[in-house]
């Protein structure tokens, strides 16, 4: 028969306290936990989250000359996998806090966008082969990762480009360059200028760069197809709206850091 440990905390253990600490916050939706008796985190909390960050975003816009939305989307990498040195021995991973902060995903090697005019959200995930389930289990659906994580969308790494090509066409344009030999040549003689963004376009891809104040190191912007880089803005703006957004705390982000402060002071 298997024995369950006591739980850590307990009125029993400390008579003094009249209560438990929370294992479960005050929404009543989807959540997601560490197992056991953890903190039970709202998806809601990652949802609001992105909306934040939206409302910052459409607020900018709506100030500029273009203040059209549509094509305009943030795309964000998630941490990457690795191994130690030269073997395949997996470090304990932990998701780059930009991204976790949106998306609240676990894993790594996953991307994200937020669309600026529809707001839907959708996540990037590896597509694994087959014989990954041998070691570390049943491999999840798109569907499953939907449901797991609240967003709107769940397709493959490899759909990438398309997915953003069809975003920046709503932008007033679908013009793309691909870069040939011809266009190398043309390039030399600076009779091309197709690598420009089209004027009449409101399309935009904005992507995380800028300065960590706290650590003194920048976040470098992901590395887009050749078809995609000329609607990418690697400027400091996202970075930028990013940081204040997480200045201010939502009230399922202070729930939690009052569990998480409870739990602090009750190991001391």
């Known amino acids: 028969k298997i024995r369950r440990l006591p739980s850590l905390y307990h009125p029993s253990h400390h008579p003094n306290r009249h209560h438990h600490l929370p294992t479960m916050s005050f929404d009543t939706g989807p ?48 941490g990457i996998s690795t191994t130690r040195d030269a073997t395949d021995h997996e470090p304990l991973f932990r998701q780059e806090s930009y991204f976790h902060y949106l998306f609240g995903v676990r894993e790594p090697d996953v991307c994200g966008c937020l669309e600026l005019d529809t707001g839907r959200a959708t996540l990037f995930i590896p597509k694994l082969p087959e014989d990954y389930a041998t070691i570390m289990g049943r491999i999840k659906t798109c569907e499953e990762v939907k449901e797991e994580y609240g967003v709107d969308e769940v397709r493959y790494v490899e759909d990438i480009e398309e997915y953003l090509l069809e975003i920046v066409a709503r932008g007033g344009s679908s013009k793309t360059h691909e870069t040939t030999s011809d266009d190398a040549e043309e390039k030399k003689d600076g009779s091309n200028h197709d690598n420009a963004s089209p004027s009449s376009s409101s399309a935009q891809i904005l992507l995380m760069s800028g300065l960590n104040t706290d650590s003194g190191k920048t976040s470098k912007a992901p590395t887009l197809p050749k078809s995609l880089q000329p609607y990418a803005d690697s400027t400091d703006l996202l970075h930028t709206l990013l940081a204040e957004c997480r200045v201010v705390k939502s009230p399922h982000e202070l729930q939690l850091m009052r569990h998480v402060t409870e739990l602090t002071s009750f190991a001391h």
């Open 31 to 78: 959540f997601y936990s560490m197992g056991l008796q953890t903190y039970r985190v709202p998806l809601a909390l990652y949802a609001t989250n992105r909306e934040k960050l939206l409302n910052y975003l459409r607020s900018h816009y709506s100030s500029c000359d273009n203040p059209n939305l549509a094509g305009k989307v943030v795309y964000l990498e998630g």
